[in-house]
C-alpha cells in the first residue's frame, strides 16, 4: 500500500527557511516523478517542485533560485524534501508530496496528508 507522509512546516519570518520532508513507502510501482504542490488559501493547488525519473527537474517561476527538490530512493521507498530559503509571505500555503506512479499501464497519483507552511513576521 503506498503512503505518503508530509513533514516539516511550520511558522517561519520572511527570509527564514524551511525544510519539508516527504516519507514514502510502499512504492512498489515504478516511479514517474515525485513532487511538491501547494495550496494557497483562496487558490488552486498548484506545483512547486518535481523530479522526473530520469533526472529533470522542474519548479515553478515563483520558487526558482529559492527552493531546492532533492530525493532519495530505496527499496520501495523513498524520501522527497523541499528545502525552502527566502521564503516570502506568498509561499503561505498547505504544501502537498506527490508521487506519480505507473500501475497497470496508467499513471495514478498519491498525496500526503499536507504540512502548513505560514511564512509572516
Known amino acids: 500500500q503506498v503512503q505518503l507522509v508530509d513533514s516539516g512546516g511550520g511558522l517561519v519570518q520572511p527570509g527564514g527557511s524551511l525544510r519539508l520532508t516527504c516519507a514514502a513507502a510502499?512504492?512498489?510501482?515504478?516511479?514517474?516523478?515525485m513532487g511538491w504542490y501547494r495550496q494557497r488559501p483562496g487558490k488552486q493547488r498548484e506545483l512547486v517542485a518535481a523530479m522526473i525519473t530520469g533526472g529533470s527537474t522542474d519548479y515553478a517561476d515563483s520558487v526558482k533560485g529559492r527552493f531546492t527538490i532533492e530525493r532519495d530512493t530505496a527499496k520501495n521507498t523513498a524520501y522527497l524534501y523541499l528545502q525552502m530559503n527566502s521564503l516570502k509571505p506568498e509561499d503561505t500555503a498547505v504544501y502537498y508530496c506527490n508521487a506519480n506512479l505507473w500501475i497497470a499501464g496508467g499513471l495514478v497519483d498519491y498525496w500526503g496528508q499536507g504540512t502548513q507552511v505560514t511564512v509572516s513576521s
Open positions: 510502499g512504492l512498489t510501482f515504478s516511479i514517474n516523478s
